[in-house]
């Protein structure tokens, strides 16, 4: 059971928008920054957010990630058959002095 | 180029002990955070523990189901980091990843390397 909460699964059409949900505390996204990480099976997990909403060079813009309270959201826009994967968010747990990453959403492009 | 190239793991005994090796290049390893991240089979990204740099008295930290087993280490003249794993357990057996900081995030992964442990 992850200290962060994701569905476990969302789905969309390409070329559709799919927003992924990321569920805290006080401890953990509420003071902290949160980011987020795609993770194609058999390959290393890729930064696509940090610092809440920003982007590493090389990340599209259909990606952006937003934070309200000890929420945080990842859009994906346009959605592409390449978009499939698991996604996960991870933020600092001040309680836990310790990362805590979310149990991941598994992305279907139908 | 930021390359991050791990070595060591494999299978092992209940009990037994394992280290794994962070090999770093392509950015000023001295000055920069270090993490280790796991994934079991079927589950999600697992935070292990990260080693500060030298300004930050090396400071480490662990997830509370490794703390008093698993001990991060770095050699700053060799761009290296260490994962040494003692009394491992069933529930160890996973993916483990070396990742380098960014901030809070963690921006270059190495490639990762299956540690099982079975009798």
């Known amino acids: 059971q992850s200290v962060l909460t994701q569905p476990p699964s969302v789905s969309a059409a390409p070329g559709q928008k799919v927003t992924i949900s990321c569920s805290g505390s006080?401890?953990?996204?509420?003071?902290?920054?949160v980011s987020w990480y795609q993770h194609l099976p058999g390959t290393t997990p890729k930064l696509l957010i940090y610092?809440?909403?920003g982007r590493p060079s090389g990340i599209p813009d259909r990606f952006s990630g937003s934070k309200s309270g000890t929420s945080a959201t990842l859009d994906i826009t346009g959605l592409q058959t390449g978009d499939e994967a698991d996604y996960y968010c991870?933020?600092?747990?001040?309680?836990?002095?310790?990362?805590?990453f979310g149990g991941g959403t598994k992305l279907t492009v139908l | 180029e930021v390359l991050l190239v791990q070595s060591g793991g494999g299978l092992v005994q209940p009990g037994g002990s394992l280290k794994l090796s962070c090999a770093a290049s392509?950015?000023?390893?001295?000055?920069?955070?270090m993490h280790w991240v796991r994934q079991a089979s079927g589950k999600g990204l697992e935070w292990v523990g990260r080693?500060?740099?030298?300004?930050?008295?090396?400071?480490?930290a662990y997830t509370a189901s490794v703390k008093g087993r698993f001990t991060i280490s770095r050699d700053d003249s060799k761009n290296t980091a260490y994962l040494q794993m003692n009394s491992l357990k069933t529930e160890d057996t996973a993916v483990y990843y070396c990742?380098?900081?960014?901030?809070?995030?963690?921006?270059?992964w190495g490639q990762g390397n299956l540690v099982t442990v079975s009798s």
């Open positions: 990742t380098k900081n960014y901030g809070d995030s963690f921006d270059f």
């Open positions: 392509g950015f000023i390893f001295s000055g920069s955070a």
């Open positions: 080693i500060r740099s030298k300004p930050n008295n090396y400071a480490t």
């Open positions: 006080s401890s953990n996204i509420g003071n902290n920054y």
């Open positions: 610092d809440n909403d």
């Open positions: 991870g933020t600092w747990d001040s309680g836990l002095s310790a990362v805590v």
